[in-house]
């Protein structure tokens, strides 16, 4: 059974065949070429004594010989000058601008000698003397025959006619590469000088700046030569950029709509010339041309996926081994996008955003005058609308993007000059802390107490609304795939957020109606973070970063009057308080339950404040708020806000602390209870590590409490934390028999008998060095008995200082009723025995050694 394709497919596949038959019979024919010509080469004997490696060379022929070109012609042209300038005084300048005439026709027309023998880079060396010597010809002709001629007016006709000269001498000259640059960069002065020399206003010297960025988009568009283009271009983007700048400046300085008017058309004819040049740009291309052979296939699929090599000269296939003939073919690369035409999109899109701001500039600057100062942003803003609204999408799409994205600039430049506006909005409340309850002020301006021009931006909510309704049109008309989506609902919904929150002080609203009011910009947002179906979403993100802000703001202004406080207060901790159990997700529940604790430790304070409370009973009002996050989060254990609440009880406790540090007997009050509510939270499981923090607020509310109590004896300070701390290495070394002693019991008995030792050295009464040499001799015989080293070493030598301390009166007398030779004597004995017995000390040594080793 036999299965014909159809006649298109067929026909595709004959192509491609045919395709590959005459790529594989180019590559032969291209080796046989290579091994024909290797054949009639005469093979030169080697010498054997020559070296096997040849010298490296640091520089190659080609490049010392465009060094001694460049350097001969720069000796040339420094010649020219000086022998146009100082040398031959007594020819004359006549005569010296003959001799240099004729020299320059003779460097012009010299590379067309050299160009035919195939010498181009001397010819180019040569024609860049020409070129030099031309400039020099010009200043010449200036001296002798125009000796009278304003320089700036003689420089614009000059530097316009070389430009001219220069372009048709590269023209005909096409091999070389200076003289068309050159042209180009001499066209960019004829306009400007010509502008100066007329003393023109600063309008005609911006359109002398748009006519030679004119010249630049042609030159770009149409002109020829490897550097002219990218060069062109250059020249158009800083003359349009300089033309665009100063009659945007002029435009804004204007005072009228009939001095507005003539930057404008100005700035109108920068559009045109942009927008041209956008439309002209060639669309950059994909991929480079099809070989030769892929041409004849109509469309078909590339023959073959390898190519020949060509070797340097051309002839035949080579290998990266240029003496080696190549034995394989090489893979053909990829097509890669034409370098040149490669980067026209991106020049189209900026041209199109540069006529868009310029149009902008224009339409807006012409109607800035006949409005208030406060809509002069505005009307930028909406002619930056309009221009949106009139972009068609049948336009080519770099153009549709750079006049997009010329609106965008605008209104985002919009949207920065009203941020002042909300900003002093949001912070200025602040000043209220230090003030409380002073008073509610009569409008929102007064409360905010800012020296910021209001009658300028009471129309910024305006704009900001604008801006965020742009945002939320551009998420409607994207892709429901678009990556812009969520950045530009994010946008609409924090500049909606700010529109409205700064819209009171633009109205100056009075102080109710504007507490009010942000207390809804508050819960507003906070409803869309907790209704979110996508709670971790950058939106649900927004709209509670708002929801916060806002709760911040209007707490801080609500402390001008009492009333506001405790009610700004109370509503916060509901709808925090709600959102915390209704949300969902892993951001809005934790937030919402560390703002309603702080909202909470805030009502607690107010209630202090409003009974007239010392600072120290506040502390204890609101050492409530901990105890109650740490019930609250015991109950919920594992959910996401119980952290969050036991880390902001926390924080309301460290304040509640510092509130009674003034009264002692309080704070020690508020230690001990901060120290249950830390026991309390430590019997969890997950919690344990808490308990450290339970145990130092518990001894620090006994210090507190003893110091309160003018007790100076040390050991009642210091057995308070012996006790529990030898209790602990009691339940330590049972759990763990190989515990040190010195971890388990050393730090629990170095915090008594340290302390108590330095007060009995200094102790004349007998008591307290009687116990603690009793204390000491117990814990010595303990860790005798119990074998533990920290115990005996410490005992030991506590019972030693005690006992030297106790003895050294009697000392002292004895030695002083002594003869004087006698201490001595005994000194010299001693040492004679200790010399006499040295060994047998040592064994002993070593074997105390030993054995307090072998204790733990």
Same mark, same amino acid.
């Given at each position: ?5 159809p ?8 192509? $491609? ?89 003779l ?16 010819a ?14 010009a ?7 125009a000796? @009278? ?8 006709v ?19 590469r ?10 960019q ?7 100066l020399?007329? @003393?023109?206003?600063? #309008?005609?010297?911006t ?19 490897r ?7 250059a ?9 665009l ?34 439309w002209?740009?060639?669309a ?7 070989p ?18 060509p070797s ?11 003496? *080696? ?10 097509a890669?996008?034409?370098?040149r ?19 902008l ?5 012409v ?14 803003? =909406?002619?930056? !609308? ?56 009569a ?16 129309t ?8 965020a309704a ?13 990556t ?10 924090a ?20 507490? *009010? ?13 907790? $209704?979110? *179906? ?11 970063a ?22 700004v ?5 509901a ?14 529940p934790?937030?919402?339950a ?7 430790t ?45 880390? *902001? ?22 230690l ?24 130092? #607020? ?10 309160a ?10 057995l308070?934390v ?10 330590? $070394? ?10 388990? /019991? ?6 008594? =008998? ?18 603690l040499?009793?204390?000491a ?12 080293q ?19 009166p /009697?000392? !002292? ?11 001595p004597? =005994? ?18 040594? $070593? ?10």
């Amino acid at each position: 059974m036999e299965n014909a394709p159809p006649p298109a497919e067929e026909l595709v596949i004959l192509d $491609r065949e045919l395709g590959q038959i005459e790529a594989r019979r180019a590559q032969l024919l291209a080796r046989r070429a290579w091994l024909l010509s290797a054949m009639q080469q005469p093979i030169a004997p080697q010498n054997p004594f020559a070296p096997q490696h040849a010298p490296h060379n640091d520089a190659s022929p080609r490049s010392a010989q465009n060094v001694l070109l460049t350097l001969g012609g720069i000796l040339l042209t420094i010649a020219a000058v000086a022998f146009t300038l100082v040398s031959w005084g007594h020819m004359g300048i006549g005569g010296r601008s003959a001799v240099l005439g004729a020299v320059t026709a003779l460097a012009l027309a010299a590379p067309a000698l050299l160009l035919r023998r195939g010498l181009v880079s001397t010819a180019e060396s040569v024609g860049a003397l020409g070129l030099a010597l031309t400039v020099l010809d010009a200043y010449a002709v200036h001296r002798v025959a125009a000796p @009278d001629t304003d320089g700036l007016a003689y420089a614009a006709v000059s530097s316009a006619a070389l430009a001219a000269l220069w372009a048709a001498y590269g023209l005909g000259f096409g091999r070389l590469r200076l003289p068309l640059p050159a042209a180009l960069i001499t066209a960019q002065l004829p306009f400007v000088l010509w502008a100066l020399a007329a @003393d023109a206003s600063p #309008l005609t010297l911006t359109w002398a700046l748009l006519a030679t960025a004119g010249l630049d988009v042609a030159v770009a568009l149409w002109g020829t030569g490897r550097a002219v283009r990218p060069l062109a271009c250059a020249g158009a983007w800083l003359t349009g950029a300089g033309a665009l700048l100063s009659a945007g400046a002029m435009s804004v300085a204007a005072t009228n709509s009939t001095d507005a008017l003539r930057p404008g058309v100005l700035l109108l004819a920068v559009a045109a010339l942009a927008l041209f040049a956008a439309w002209r740009a060639p669309a950059p291309q994909t991929a480079a041309p099809l070989p030769q052979t892929a041409a004849a296939t109509s469309g078909s699929e590339a023959p073959s996926s390898h190519t020949v090599t060509p070797s340097p000269d051309g002839r035949a296939p080579s290998s990266p081994d240029s003496e *080696t003939p190549p034995h394989t073919i090489a893979p053909a690369p990829h097509a890669a996008p034409a370098p040149r035409a490669a980067g026209w999109s991106s020049h189209a899109v900026a041209a199109s955003a540069v006529a868009g701001l310029a149009v902008l500039a224009a339409v807006g600057g012409v109607l800035r005058p006949g409005v208030p100062d406060a809509w002069a942003v505005p009307v930028y803003v =909406l002619c930056a !609308v309009a221009l949106l609204a009139v972009v068609r999408a049948n336009l080519p799409r770099p153009m549709v993007l750079g006049l997009a994205g010329s609106s965008g600039a605008v209104l985002a430049a919009g949207a920065v000059w009203a941020l002042p506006l909300v900003a002093v909005t949001l912070l200025g409340p602040g000043e209220w802390a230090q003030r409380a309850w002073s008073g509610a002020p009569a409008g929102v301006r007064e409360a905010l107490s800012s020296e910021l021009p209001w009658s300028r931006t009471s129309t910024a909510p305006l704009v900001l609304l604008t801006v965020a309704a742009v945002a939320a049109a551009t998420r409607r008309l994207s892709a429901p795939d678009s990556t812009r989506r969520a950045p530009a609902a994010c946008v609409a919904l924090a500049l909606a957020w700010a529109a409205a929150y700064a819209t009171p002080a633009a109205l100056d609203l009075g102080y109710p109606a504007a507490v *009010t009011l942000y207390v809804l910009l508050a819960a507003a947002p906070l409803a869309l973070a907790v $209704r979110a *179906t996508a709670p971790g979403s950058p939106l649900a993100l927004t709209a509670l970063a708002c929801a916060v802000a806002s709760a911040l703001s209007v707490s801080l202004l609500a402390l001008a009057a009492q009333a506001a406080t405790f009610a700004v207060l109370g509503v916060m901790l509901a709808l925090f308080g709600a959102a915390a159990v209704l949300a969902k997700g892993a951001v809005t529940p934790p937030v919402a339950a560390a703002a309603a604790i702080v909202y909470a430790t805030g009502l607690a304070g107010a209630a202090a404040a409003s009974a007239e409370l010392a600072p120290h009973h506040a502390g204890l009002a609101i050492l409530a708020v901990p105890a109650a996050a740490a019930v609250l989060a015991a109950r919920i254990r594992d959910h996401v806000t119980a952290l969050p609440m036991e880390v *902001t009880g926390a924080a309301a406790g460290l304040l509640a602390i510092g509130l009674t540090v003034s009264h002692a007997p309080t704070l020690a009050l508020v230690l001990a209870l901060s120290g249950v509510i830390a026991a309390g939270t430590a019997v969890r499981a997950d919690r344990r590590p808490v308990g450290y923090a339970a145990a130092a #607020l518990f001894v620090l509310a006994t210090w507190v409490r003893l110091g309160a109590s003018d007790v100076v004896t040390p050991e009642a300070y210091t057995l308070p934390v012996t006790i529990p701390a030898l209790a602990i290495g009691v339940l330590r $070394r049972r759990r763990d028999p190989q515990a040190s002693s010195w971890t388990a /019991y050393g730090p629990g008995l170095a915090a008594t =008998l340290l302390p108590s030792l330095i007060a009995a050295w200094g102790d004349e009464h007998w008591l307290r060095p009687l116990l603690l040499g009793a204390a000491a001799l117990a814990v010595t015989l303990t860790g005798a008995r119990q074998r533990l080293q920290a115990l005996l070493v410490l005992g030991s030598a506590v019972l030693t200082l005690v006992a030297l301390h106790e003895l050294a009166p /009697y000392v !002292v007398q004895v030695v002083g009723a002594l003869p004087r030779w006698l201490p001595p004597a =005994l000194a010299g004995l001693l040492l004679l025995a200790v010399g006499a017995t040295y060994e047998q000390r040592l064994r002993d040594a $070593r074997r105390l050694r030993d054995t307090l080793g072998r204790m733990r």
